[in-house]
């Protein structure tokens, strides 16, 4: 089992559409969360951490899961400029010991 | 604020020619700093991190090898590139006592023809 895992995707949706991605990880003892977005050729950037009790930033919510040891991320609205790759990000360790894994990516289009 | 310069953005080099990759960070101190490289349809692989000038962890066995002369300095280098060495390369940096992510460059697109 991957240590992070995606589903690739591509996801095609129209604009306005609301769209979910879920990300499982398999180390509970993972201690953060994020996504980071990855436009074609492009560098990632971080979109959002993710909290415990979830968390919200405009269109975009992310949710935590303990317990089922999964994250998602929720677009709202769907804009043709969220078109890109979703990593799933999570961090294990801490200080100099942090290590980051990451996912492959879920792909998104949204379309006219 | 913190940036973070890499170059060059684009890189056609012939195979058994030498590599170097520089990056560099503004506005903070004693930042870790990371070297990944995301081949074509595959994810992000952590090549080396260093946590202070002349520490150099490597995470994968290869022909690259990084040193971090200055504290906010980070390169790549390769006496001879393999094809398999091309991707895209890039540098990354985080603060350890934050819990949020990493900041990247905006990357080297390296091609070994």
């Known amino acids: 089992r991957k240590e992070v895992e995606q589903d690739p995707g591509p996801f095609n949706v129209p604009e306005g559409a609301t769209v979910a991605f879920n990300c499982t990880y398999s180390n509970s003892a993972s201690q953060s969360f994020f996504w980071y977005r990855q436009d074609c050729r492009k560098e990632p950037k971080l979109l959002m951490s993710?909290?415990?009790?979830?968390n919200e930033d405009g269109r975009f919510t992310a949710q935590l899961n303990r317990a089922s040891q999964y994250i998602s991320l929720l677009i709202r609205d769907s804009k043709l400029s969220d078109s890109a790759t979703y990593l799933c990000?999570?961090?294990?360790?801490?200080?100099?010991?942090?290590?980051?894994?990451w996912g492959l990516g879920t792909s998104l289009a949204v379309n006219p | 604020s913190q940036t973070i310069h890499q170059w060059p953005a684009t890189l056609v080099q012939p195979v058994g020619s030498p590599l170097s990759l520089e990056c560099t960070v503004e506005?903070?101190?004693?930042?870790?700093l990371y070297w990944y490289r995301q081949a074509a349809g595959r994810g992000l692989q952590l090549l080396f991190y260093?946590?202070?000038?002349?520490?150099i962890s490597s995470e994968v066995p290869q022909n690259l090898s990084a040193s971090r002369p200055q504290d906010r300095q980070f390169i790549l280098s390769s006496k001879k590139l393999l094809l398999s060495d091309s991707g895209f390369y890039l540098c990354a940096w985080s603060v350890t006592d934050r819990p949020w992510g990493y900041t990247f460059g905006s990357g080297t697109r390296l091609t070994v023809v």
């Open positions: 260093s946590v202070g000038i002349g520490q």
């Open positions: 993710v909290y415990s009790s979830g």
């Open positions: 990000v999570v961090n294990i360790g801490s200080g100099n010991n942090r290590k980051l894994i």
């Open positions: 506005g903070t101190s004693n930042p870790n």
